[in-house]
């Protein structure tokens, strides 16, 4: 029990007043002090006295200025989220930081690297499929100057935000259910109702509703599963960057939340979106977890067997 990453939290101390003062600490530093940045550009934009250059609340995105700038005032909320989580693991709860993902003294960046690229490739697939589909969805929008200028900042600033995502999401939350029921299925879902609830205010849900809630359910029910079957995030970390970096360097919804300069501009195909990214979650959790399977037996099979020693009598 002691190495199954659900109970991590049994490492640390768990009164509730330590609950609420972290939950406290995280979301006023996400949403109060994160928000700093964002709060002054909105005021710059208004009192610049340029017509062009506006604050559009219903997209939660600046027009009339370089995207790059709305992406790194979203980032610094992260970023403080980050900061704000690592105080309320490492000094509140006073538990090592690292059980937020993994019950060994080591994170194995490798499994990371493994999850990042095969959902990496799932999702290329899948795009591939659908342009052969549907290729009126797909605008070429390729511009490299601002690629180029942008590509570093996605590359530094993106697996942050999908890290914190996954740290508090699947880590913190769901530990912390963990301590009230040993029924796995209770954090999963409820870590994933969370994760799912916070994404429904994002602008490209408007477009449908019920289809791309279930989507976002779906996507945290899966990252919530891989993480319980594999024992850490690590899986989950790698899945959630290589899902927002496809997103925001190859294949950008119109009116996404995280707006950006990929590839191809995408108008968004909901009922495809789910079913695509349900066969992939199947087919990713079949790879993984069949090889490590595969591999446990390989080993099983392969040893040899103890010899034995025929001692004749003295």
Known sequence: MANTYLFLAKRGKNQWWRYLSAISLILFSWL??????????????????????????????????????????????????????????????QREFISLITPRSQVKISRIVQGFWLWFILLGIA???????????????????????????????????????????????????????????????????????IHLGNPEV????????????????????????????????????????????????????LPAYPVFNYTLNPLYTLVSSAIAAIIFYLIIFRKNSQDRQDNQTTKMPEPKINRKPQ
Not at 166 to 180: C, D, N, P, V
């Open 206 to 257: 408007e477009s449908n509703f019920f289809i791309l809630a279930l989507f976002y359910l779906g996507l945290a029910f899966f990252l919530a599963l891989i993480t319980v079957k594999d024992n850490s995030l690590e899986l989950a970390l790698g899945v959630h960057a290589a899902n927002n970096l496809f997103t925001i360097l190859l294949v950008n919804p119109i009116n996404s939340a």
């Open 127 to 197: 795009c591939a499929i659908e342009y052969a589909l549907f290729p009126q969805s797909y605008e070429f929008s390729y511009n490299p100057s601002k690629f180029f200028l942008f590509l570093p900042f996605a590359l530094l600033l993106t697996p942050i935000q999908t890290s914190v995502e996954e740290l508090f999401f699947r880590g913190y939350l769901m530990q912390t259910a963990s301590l009230i029921t040993r029924i796995r299925w209770i954090p999963v879902g409820f870590s994933s109702l969370i994760f799912a609830a």
């Open 32 to 93: 109060v002090i994160g928000n700093i940045p964002a709060l002054a550009l909105i005021l710059l934009v208004f009192y610049d006295g340029n017509d062009r250059t506006s604050f559009d609340s219903e997209l939660n995105r600046f027009d009339g200025i370089d995207l790059l700038w709305n992406y790194l005032v979203i980032h610094f909320a992260f970023m403080v989220f980050l900061l704000a989580l690592y105080i309320a693991v490492r000094f509140i709860h």
